[in-house]
């Protein structure tokens, strides 16, 4: 099993990464848990594949188990679920001795921890992700929030699970889209920190040979997020690299309301696209574009800039609640594997466009 200890001052947490780790999950949580009282946070789609799995091995350590399940996708990170979700949560008499596992993708993990962050001033949880993007980066950091008609993300804070459970087995089950939209995040590490992760995932003929290596990468990945959350827990320096495509990535999700690309389809194109554009001013070590856009090509995932109305374009940007202000920061490629925070002033997004 690999295990990644996150250093924080006050939420000091590990990270634990196995394959059929789920199966097992009641021994891993007994370890760390003493209580009985456990309250899982799920969708649909989680529940009909892995509810059972997860309950019979809870159960089978006597724990007392509640399962809360909520619509799959985006619309459930919403005020309306989460009101959902604590009347669950206080039907089943949850206290602050007890705990939540958030058990599914970005969604879940988003909410559960909202829920957990904020019913009776916070109750312990831990997060147990099912998707590749979920299992590499938004379930670790402690980042959790919901939405509101305004935007994404808007009601949140920094709450840091007690532990992360991370099962590659369950990606079998996931769409291949989702697997795509994951792996633009996987390659954002290559490109941001490790030169060598990227070499490493140009050498894969095949998903299935890339799955054999899955919990060295997702380890990988994982590692570079610790390093960037342990600097800059609140979001304010070196975890910003972690925004590397991310900038036109929102512009593109948000033009098209979230319908047209997912997270990870936007961001692939946002990494070639500010890369291209920072080559040709001479900030980027030339040609580090075109392997950027090689291995979109290769994972399957697009790099080409859609049609958008360019004044458009910069009001979704102006409108992304990271960057408020006269400046903002975009991430810049210095060459693949070395990144670093570029601060312009907002008009000059458009060099970039
Ligand atoms: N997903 C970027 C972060 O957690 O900071």
Redesign the pocket.
Known sequence: MYEIDIHLLENPYSIFIKKGLLNHIGDEIKKIYSNEKIAIITDKNVENLYGKNIIDSLKEKDFDVKLIVVEPGEQSKSIDTLKKVYEELLAFEITRGDLIIAFGGGVVGDLGGFAAATLLRGIPFIQIPTSLLAQI??SV?G?VAINLDQGKNLVGNFYHPKAVFIDPDLLKTLHPRFFKDGMAEVIKYGCIKDSGLFEQLKKYPSKEALMKEIEQIIYKCCSIKKEAVEKDEK?LGE?ML??FGHTLGHAIEQYYQYKKYTHGEAVAIGMYHITQKSEAIGITKQGSSNLIKEILIQYGLSYSFPEMNKSENIEAIGLDKKNKGTHMNIVLLEEIGKSFIKKIQREEITQYL
């Open positions: 980066d938004s950091g980042k979001d975890r972690l925004n």
